[in-house]
Each structure stands twice: as C-alpha cells, then as structure tokens.
C-alpha cells in the first residue's frame, strides 16, 4: 500500500467517488481543478492504493485568505467532505495512512486543518482517525427531495409559503444567467462580504468554477431581476444526486420582494424535476449559536443534521493570537 497523486484526468478517481452514496462535488477531480487553477489555493489530492485499486482518497485544500496579517496566521487546509475509505482492513488502513500524512503535511504551511464532514464518523470504530482533533459541533440542514415538490411547498410554514407566493407574484424573474453576467453575480457575492467584513476568497474561483463544471452540468447560476437589474443571486453544485448550495447574495434594499426564498424555492423545484434526490444547505450553525443565515435555512424545514467539523490546531499559542486578531477585525462595524 501506498500513497500517490493521481491527474484529474484519471476515471478511476470518477469511480471510486461515485462509489459512495454520499460523496459530494468536492472529491470529484472537477472541483479539485476549479481550486488548482485559482490563486488563493493550493490542492493536493491524497490516495492510497493496493495493487492500483484506490482504497481512501481526501481532498485537503490549502486556502489562502486576503487580510493585511501575516499568512500565517490566516492560512489553514479545509477539507470540504468527508475522507473516503472502503470499509474493509486496506481501507481502514489507508485512511490512517492519509490521516497522518495530512497533519505532516500541514506543518510550517498552515494554523490549523479542518474537516468540514459531509457525513458523519462512525465514532465507536473511526475515533481513532480524529482523536488529536477537537470536535466542533457543526450543524446542516438536508431536504429529502424524493418525497416531491408538493411535498415539500406542504411542510413550509405559511409564511414561509407567502413570501414565495409574493415574489413569485410581484414584477421579478428568476432565471439562469447568460455567461457574460458571471461577473455581476460575482461583484453582488462580493458586496455582501464587504457589508459583514468578512475576508472574501479570491474571485477567480468563481470563473474557474464556471469554466469547469458548467459543460458537465455541475454548476447552476440563477438570479432574480427587476426592472433588468439583478438583486439576488444563488450559485448551487450539483453532483451525485446531491445539490449543494454553495454561495448566494442580495441587495437589502430590495428584501421586500423575498429573493432569497424564491431562489431556494427555484433550486428545489429544479433540482426535483432533474431527478436530485438530496439539496444541502450547504452548512447551518454550530449547535446552540445564534446566527441569521441558519435561522432562514431552518425556514425550509429540512432535517437537521449534525455531522460536526473536526479542527486540528498545529500551533496552539500562534491559533489563539491569531484567531483573536482574526476575530477582531471581522466584528468591526
């Protein structure tokens, strides 16, 4: 057994993703390109192999935010889904392999790693995988689409119902953009981040995302207009039977006219009629905090999942300095 790199290029990398029901966009070797070729990141995919045939793969990221601190500071490897690994001796084993390869490969590069899970560990048997980390109790909501789209407008609450209707009623249109918009979808992102201080990602991933996985389907870009101006925007990625709802913005002057749950609402009705059978939300709050983006998500009345992020700190005294820096200057008004 051995660690290699595999090329983007490699189906064998396509099946032994596709291998797991759970699996999301970010082990695909598409979504693994889209942040080779943006500045802000670097990627290094993981494998083990037994006699050619993959047995556990990750998908550690390297994420390089833009402040005026020292990168060393800010930088951390994300992995954006659960560490895959067949459930047998050889797979066990190469999860171990990976697990310890990824903290080595960690040190004097980033703070901190953490696994942002797309399932959640078996604890009683993958404990071991995580035991240096601390367990953050990060929760998400997942709406089952195979109970249909009348199914689920039913479980909304009535106002949640009547904001939809309103919008849907008032002098705006929901639509996908044409490929020379990208970059007004981007700007309105971006405009949101500004609003909140919060350090945004490098924009170039955006145009690489769309680039990749939009001739494979992977990507869906919509918008709402009103009077031909663009007030909302929602990007969602879609990969084995989930849609994931990645990034989304609205201008508050226009909250009025709910574009936020008319674009939900659109993504559902879409990804039902295309044969999804999961929409995650793409990540809620951690358990017990109170924070608006969760608190409209749990409008949608999805199930309420927790499979929790592990974080392991590779410079304890460095992460508390940096991250009450850090902390700082994104509470400023």
């Known amino acids: 057994m051995k660690i290699e790199s595999l090329n983007y290029q490699n189906i064998e990398w396509q099946n032994f993703v596709l291998g797991f029901s759970k699996s999301n966009i970010f082990s695909s070797p598409e979504m693994n390109e889209v942040f080779n070729t943006s500045d802000g990141f670097e990627v290094n995919p993981l494998f083990v192999l037994q006699e050619k045939k993959i047995v556990a793969a990750m998908f550690p990221v390297l994420v390089k935010i833009k402040t005026h601190l020292p990168q060393s500071l800010t930088n951390r490897i994300i992995l954006y889904s659960t560490p895959l690994y067949e459930q047998n001796e050889y797979g066990f084993c190469g999860i171990n392999m990976l697990m310890s390869e990824l903290i080595n490969e960690a040190k004097g590069k980033a703070l901190f790693i953490e696994i942002r899970n797309s399932e959640k560990f078996d604890l009683k048997k993958d404990g071991s995988l995580v035991k240096d980390f601390k ?18 407008f039913s479980s909304l609450n009535s106002y949640t119902r009547n904001h939809i209707r309103k919008s849907e009623k008032a002098k705006c249109k929901v639509r996908e ?6 970059h007004n979808v981007v700007e309105l992102i971006e405009e949101l981040y500004k609003r909140k201080n919060i350090p945004f990602i490098d924009k170039s991933i955006f145009f690489n995302a769309y680039k990749i996985l939009k001739p494979k389907g992977y990507i869906r870009v919509i918008v709402m207009d009103l009077n031909s101006q663009i007030i909302a925007a929602r990007i969602s990625l879609n990969y084995n039977k989930t849609v994931y709802d ?4 609205s201008k508050p002057e226009f909250n009025n ?19 999804y059978a999961i929409f995650d939300f793409g990540g809620g709050a951690l358990r017990g905090q109170d924070y608006g983006p969760a608190k409209f998500k749990e409008k949608f009345r999805g199930e309420l999942v927790e499979y929790g992020r592990y974080r392991y700190i590779l410079n304890k005294p460095i992460y508390f300095f940096g991250s009450r820096i850090y902390n700082l200057r994104s509470s400023k008004k």
């Open 177 to 182: 953009i044409n490929d020379n918009e990208l």
């Open 246 to 249: 990645w990034y989304a913005a």
């Open 135 to 152: 367990y953050l109790p990060y929760q998400n909501y997942l709406i089952d689409l195979k109970c249909g789209e009348e199914n689920i």
């Open 257 to 275: 006219y709910y574009p936020n749950e008319a674009l939900v609402w659109n993504t559902i009705q879409w990804a039902c009629k295309n044969g």
